[in-house]
């Protein structure tokens, strides 16, 4: 089972200092190391999420087995025809269960496997969608020109240009640059 040696292997990255031929298990600072899950699914010809998701179902079933073995039997002898998912949300919810709620599922699974999974999964909230993000942009900025002091400046769209005056001579003589306006020689003040 994949699950169960994935479980069996996975540990924390880091490698081997110790022994005399630590250069062939350790690697350098900066190489990037192999996920335990990505290195299985190499072995097994899989993908690495189909070797979490086995990780997933052998540890279900190991919950499961730790409160009612024979169920666990026989989820591994196929004699009760149950899809990952339900063995999945069945472990999961016997994980996190408070011992009634435990006693209860163990009796409900002895009983009818699908039946308690479905029971299970109706309880599990549903993922709620994600809003789409909301992205305020500042609004583009209008480009005025100052004909007295010769200066450029920037004022925003809701600005009334009419009561608006050059922030630099307090003049009042302003245009409204072209959008496709470029700096020149001729209006380059920076050159003098």
């Given at each position: ?29 900066n190489e990037p190391l192999k996920s335990t ?156």
């Amino acid at each position: 089972m994949v699950g169960q040696e994935y479980e069996l292997e996975h540990k924390l990255h880091g490698g081997d200092r110790r022994s005399k031929t630590f250069e062939e298990k350790s690697k350098a600072q900066n190489e990037p190391l192999k996920s335990t899950a990505e290195k299985i699914a190499e072995e097994h010809g899989v993908s690495r999420e189909t070797v979490k998701r086995s990780a997933d179902l052998y540890n279900s079933v190991k919950i499961i087995g730790e409160v009612a073995p024979e169920v666990a039997r026989e989820i591994e002898s196929e004699t009760i025809k149950a899809t990952q998912t339900d063995i999945v949300a069945v472990g999961e919810a016997l994980e996190t269960a408070s011992p009634e709620e435990k006693e209860q599922l163990v009796g409900d699974i002895r009983v009818d496997f699908k039946e308690a999974a479905k029971k299970v999964k109706s309880k599990k909230p549903k993922k709620q969608k994600k809003e789409p993000e909301v992205v305020i942009r500042p609004p583009s900025a209008i480009e005025l020109w100052c004909n007295d002091c010769e200066w450029g400046f920037d004022v925003y769209p809701n600005t009334k240009i009419e009561s608006t005056f050059c922030p630099y001579c307090k003049g009042d003589n302003l245009d409204k640059r072209e959008e496709n306006w470029e700096p020149t020689e001729a209006n380059d003040v920076s050159q003098e």
